[in-house]
């Protein structure tokens, strides 16, 4: 069976800079999420058993999301600059391993997994996927599942249905209505989580809703039909158009071990050259597919 791997490496950046103290090269470069990032990496390397691995990433342009919302993510603290000293050298360090590297200006991480996973299980693949994040849950069918990475949770069709009350699809349809705070989306006022269970199993999706509003108006008079909409395009997965994959780009390439040695010793992180040796070695003797 064909399996690929995806990681929301933007989430796993901000975790690895949280997770560890401050670390840095004698020289005062900040490399703490650096470190745990890599390690994280070549944990789920091992793991997985599969040479087909790709890493996703925020683009640091704005949103589409941010454009239709200037309140979007509007709580959230900037990012520290320590932290953005790192990103480019985590994207440096997982080419040279061979990681295919994806972003796309205007989309989030979470976007790109989106259309990555359509396009993986179009050929053939099961796509195993690790991310925090309750948006990607859409995405959990029966060749997908969703692993979380700080809990260790897996999340299958069972387990969301379980936690959430409503099939993975119809995640963004309850989030759109019941809000995400994390996110800064309002939601509808007066709607919980059960409440959001029982509007969807009685119009089975927001765009149902917003088809009859003036019916589900009546009994929740809050309600505002765009701002509704609004949340719903805000959790909703928007796949880039103008981003393009082939069965081929989601597979790793050979190390460059000769350069990816030298930055590390750059890094002052000579424990990560043996464990770069070894997962090299161990990925040459799996096969591609």
Avoid: W
């Avoid at 454009?67 to 320590?82: F, G, I, L, V």
């Avoid at 990475?149 to 897996?154: F, K, Q, T, Y």
Wanted: aromatic share 8%.
């Amino acid at each position: 069976m064909k399996v690929l791997c995806l990681l929301d490496g933007s989430a796993f950046i901000y975790r690895s800079f949280f997770a560890l103290p401050p670390l840095s090269t004698k020289d005062g470069f900040p490399t703490g999420a650096i470190y745990g990032f890599m390690r994280a990496v070549l944990h789920i390397l091992k793991a997985e058993k599969t040479r087909c691995f790709v890493v996703a990433f925020d683009h640091p342009a704005p949103t589409i999301r941010k454009e239709a919302s200037s309140t979007y993510k509007s709580k959230r603290p900037s990012m520290p600059d320590p932290l953005r000293l790192q990103i480019p050298v985590i994207k440096e360090l997982l080419k040279l391993l061979g990681i295919p590297v994806i972003e796309v200006p205007g989309y989030e991480a979470d976007d790109v997994i989106g259309y990555i996973t359509e396009r993986a299980l179009s050929f053939g693949f099961s796509v195993r996927i690790y991310s925090p994040d309750k948006d990607i849950l859409q995405l959990v069918s029966q060749k997908v599942q969703v692993i979380n990475p700080i809990s260790g949770e897996v999340f299958d069709i069972k387990r969301v249905e379980e936690k959430f009350g409503v099939k993975p699809h119809l995640i963004p349809h309850l989030l759109a209505l019941v809000g995400d705070q994390t996110d800064n989306i309002e939601g509808v006022k007066g709607i919980g989580k059960k409440t959001a269970i029982k509007v969807l199993e009685k119009y089975g999706s927001i765009e149902n809703i917003l088809r009859n509003f003036d019916d589900f108006k009546a009994s929740f008079p809050h309600a505002d039909r765009d701002k509704l909409e609004l949340s719903y395009y805000l959790v909703k997965l928007q796949p880039p158009p103008e981003l393009t994959i082939e069965e081929d780009q989601l597979c790793m390439k050979e190390p460059n071990m000769e350069a990816l040695k030298a930055k590390l010793l750059e890094l002052e992180m000579k424990s990560l050259i043996k464990d770069v040796e070894n997962i090299s070695k161990v990925l040459s003797q799996r096969e591609l597919f």
